[in-house]
């Protein structure tokens, strides 16, 4: 709600944290923290039912992901902490290894619930499809962005009947933590 007390930079950095998919991503961490010290176990493991479970493994276009734990959600996602295993070619051999990633699931929790790890979208498919295409998009202008401060996306790909994008990830705590320590 609009308060003319509040100065016009309060509504434009408002809208950046919530729209600017990087510091979404930190905000769905510190909601998700929120949600857990006010919510008892029985409420919370009603609310885990929509993750997917952990060491669930997802298979990209070019990349394998196998699911660590959940960092936070929002209106349209989950994002989760994942492993991605890799190669690297060297001048005298060859290693695989793994990297640490950020997937956003689209997961509309009003909207959708899972069954296993498949994502059903009720009878609001049309409107689900929809917002699908837009996240897939924000994944497409995402990776054309390059500044240190903004995430890569490293692959957007359908699984699950739902679509994830996978971005870099940048360890250093949620957006109230940096908050607290400046």
Same mark, same amino acid.
């Given at each position: 709600?609009?308060?003319?007390?509040? @100065?016009?930079?309060?509504? *434009?950095?408002?809208?950046?944290?919530?729209?600017? /998919? @990087?510091?979404?991503?930190? %905000?769905?961490?510190?909601?998700?923290? *929120?949600?857990?010290?006010?919510?008892?176990?029985?409420?919370?493991?009603?609310?885990?039912?929509?993750? *997917? /479970?952990?060491?669930? %493994? *997802?298979?990209?276009?070019?990349?394998?992901?196998?699911?660590?734990?959940?960092?936070?959600?929002?209106?349209?996602?989950?994002?989760?902490?994942?492993?991605?295993?890799?190669?690297?070619?060297?001048?005298?051999?060859?290693?695989?290894?793994?990297?640490?990633?950020?997937?956003?699931?689209?997961?509309?929790?009003?909207?959708?619930?899972?069954?296993?790890?498949?994502?059903?979208?009720?009878?609001?498919?049309?409107?689900?499809?929809?917002?699908?295409?837009?996240?897939?998009?924000?994944?497409?202008?995402?990776?054309?962005?390059?500044?240190?401060?903004?995430?890569?996306?490293?692959?957007?790909?359908?699984?699950?009947?739902?679509?994830?994008?996978?971005?870099?990830?940048?360890?250093?705590?949620?957006?109230?933590?940096?908050?607290?320590?400046?």
């Amino acid at each position: 709600t609009y308060n003319s007390k509040r @100065p016009a930079h309060f509504y *434009l950095l408002f809208a950046i944290l919530v729209v600017y /998919p @990087p510091f979404n991503r930190l %905000i769905h961490r510190s909601y998700l923290y *929120l949600q857990q010290s006010i919510m008892d176990s029985s409420e919370m493991e009603e609310i885990s039912k929509h993750y *997917l /479970p952990i060491d669930s %493994i *997802l298979k990209g276009q070019d990349y394998q992901y196998r699911i660590l734990k959940v960092l936070g959600e929002g209106t349209f996602g989950i994002t989760y902490l994942a492993k991605a295993k890799v190669s690297v070619d060297g001048k005298l051999g060859h290693l695989y290894t793994e990297i640490d990633v950020a997937i956003k699931e689209f997961f509309m929790k009003e909207m959708n619930t899972r069954t296993g790890t498949a994502v059903d979208s009720g009878s609001q498919s049309g409107m689900f499809h929809s917002y699908r295409n837009k996240f897939r998009k924000e994944a497409m202008n995402l990776s054309r962005m390059q500044h240190a401060g903004i995430v890569k996306v490293l692959e957007v790909f359908e699984q699950n009947n739902t679509s994830y994008i996978v971005m870099e990830f940048m360890n250093g705590g949620s957006l109230d933590d940096y908050i607290l320590r400046k």
